[in-house]
């Protein structure tokens, strides 16, 4: 499973559409800096609604990772490594485990309580037009550069 528990939002595949035609080299570098700025709104909301729980380290675990692909991926994750291996847990919630051959006695049910999904809802609006912007003027860029030649 990695170093890290996530919870992927899916959304802006309207964004994947439009970076088919993007040049790869902006694609590429401007492409995943717009998004990872985009991601920066969503970030800093999820770290407001997160619980603060026993230890209080969740908030401090979400961060903003890259994943290489052929085409740009941001995502918003918990780092295990910094106290977010139970970001699912808190988010998702928890029921009483069972089995067919045997009890297995659990703690119990935790109630989820969200914090990512109700971030992406309320941001992702302020998200798109950041990553847009940011878009916009790196084309703009490359058409002036591409002009003087």
């Known amino acids: 499973m990695g170093n890290t528990a996530r919870i992927e939002l899916k959304g802006f595949d309207v964004l994947r559409d439009i970076f088919k035609d993007v040049p790869d080299d902006i694609a590429r570098k ?5 998004l990872r700025l985009g991601a920066k709104p969503i970030l800093e909301e999820a770290q407001n609604l997160v619980p603060e729980g026993a230890t209080g380290k969740l908030a401090d675990s979400l961060e903003i990772a890259t994943k290489k692909a052929s085409f740009p991926i941001v ?4 780092n295990r ?14 029921a009483p485990r069972t089995t067919e051959s045997k009890p297995v006695h659990s703690t119990g ?3 989820k309580k969200p914090f990512m999904r109700p971030a992406f809802e309320s941001k992702k609006g302020e998200s798109l037009k950041i990553v847009l912007t940011e878009i916009a003027g790196k084309l703009a860029n490359r058409l002036k550069k591409e002009l003087k030649k």
């Open 30 to 34: 401007a492409g995943v800096d717009a």
């Open 75 to 78: 995502k918003i994750q918990a």
């Open 81 to 94: 490594k910094k106290g977010g291996s139970h970001a699912h847990l808190v988010e998702l919630g928890t």
């Open 109 to 111: 049910t935790m109630p």
